[in-house]
Each structure stands twice: as structure tokens, then as C-alpha cells.
């Protein structure tokens, strides 16, 4: 039994059109999470799941975070929203180190561009810490992954 995600759709119709750094971060983080990402849905007593891999669709509705998870062949396998309001700070400060390191990439020596990076991949592992969280008996997903999701969850949240 796979558990892993094989698709991964973001649903962005109702946001804004993303800047070409945003997109870029996006189909950086997609193809990454699709080369390598460990995601699994937890034993529930009331109902069999099916077995992955899974196709996960990313939303934001009515202020949630949504995650829409099918398996493979479209049987629907779980859906759950989370709240933004725990996300709201991590992601201010990563999109604002993020234009830091945008601007920094484009003018500055590489020792500055290197400790701005590293602030950035603190900031993007307490983001991953935060989603691991919030997940919790929802879907278990390893760091690796859990940054990558943060990434679309950065994504979302920057047009929302």
C-alpha cells in the first residue's frame, strides 16, 4: 500500500494571479513534494479508507484551509479544513523574508544571500512545525513534506 500523494492540485480560482517568484515557489514545491513526500491518512474506526496513493486538493474556503483527499482512481478518501488563524503569523514573516531574499538574490554578495536563506529555512521549518500540528489525527506527514505543503499553504494564503 502506497502512502504517498501521486497528484497535486491547487485550487486558486478565486485569488489573485501570483507574482512570477510566487509561481516559481509553487511549481518548485509541487514537482519536489511529487518526486518525494510521505503523506498518510490515519486508521478510522467508522469508515475504511482507500488505500493510497492519493490525489490532494488545496483550497481556501470561507477562510479554511482546505485539504481534499482522494485516492488514486477519485474515491473520495478524506476531507478536512483547517483554520488559517495559527498560519496567519509564520506565513507574514515568510513571504517578507522571502521578498528579502528576492531582492537580496538580485544585488547583494553571496554571504548576505546566505544568511538571509538561512533565516528564510527557519521560518519555512516553523511553518512545517505549525502544519505537522495542525494535521495531527488528520494526516501524518514527514518534515520534508510538511515543508513542501507549507510552501502551497504560503502560496494560497499570499492571494487569500
Given amino acids: 500500500m502506497s502512502r504517498d500523494i501521486c497528484h497535486i492540485e491547487i485550487d486558486d480560482s ?13 511549481k518548485v514545491a509541487i514537482f ?6 510521505s503523506f498518510e491518512l490515519p486508521e478510522r474506526e467508522e469508515k475504511d479508507l482507500p488505500a493510497g496513493p492519493y490525489r490532494l486538493l488545496l483550497a481556501i474556503r470561507e477562510r479554511r484551509l482546505v485539504f481534499d483527499v482522494d485516492s488514486e482512481d477519485g474515491t473520495d478518501a478524506s476531507e478536512f479544513h483547517l483554520s488559517l488563524s495559527p498560519f496567519r503569523q509564520v506565513v507574514k514573516d515568510y513571504w517578507q523574508i522571502c521578498e528579502s531574499y528576492f531582492d537580496a538574490v538580485k544585488k547583494l554578495p553571496p554571504s548576505q544571500i546566505e544568511a538571509i536563506d538561512m533565516a528564510r529555512r527557519g521560518i519555512h521549518n516553523e511553518g512545517a512545525r ?14 520534508d513534506t510538511a515543508r513542501r505543503l507549507f510552501t502551497l499553504v504560503c502560496v494560497l494564503h499570499f492571494g487569500g
Fill in 32 to 37: 519536489d513534494l511529487l518526486e518525494d513526500n
Fill in 14 to 26: 478565486n485569488l489573485p494571479a501570483p507574482t512570477p517568484e510566487i509561481e516559481q515557489e509553487r
Fill in 130 to 143: 505549525v502544519l505537522q500540528e495542525r494535521l495531527e489525527g488528520k494526516a501524518e506527514v514527514d518534515h
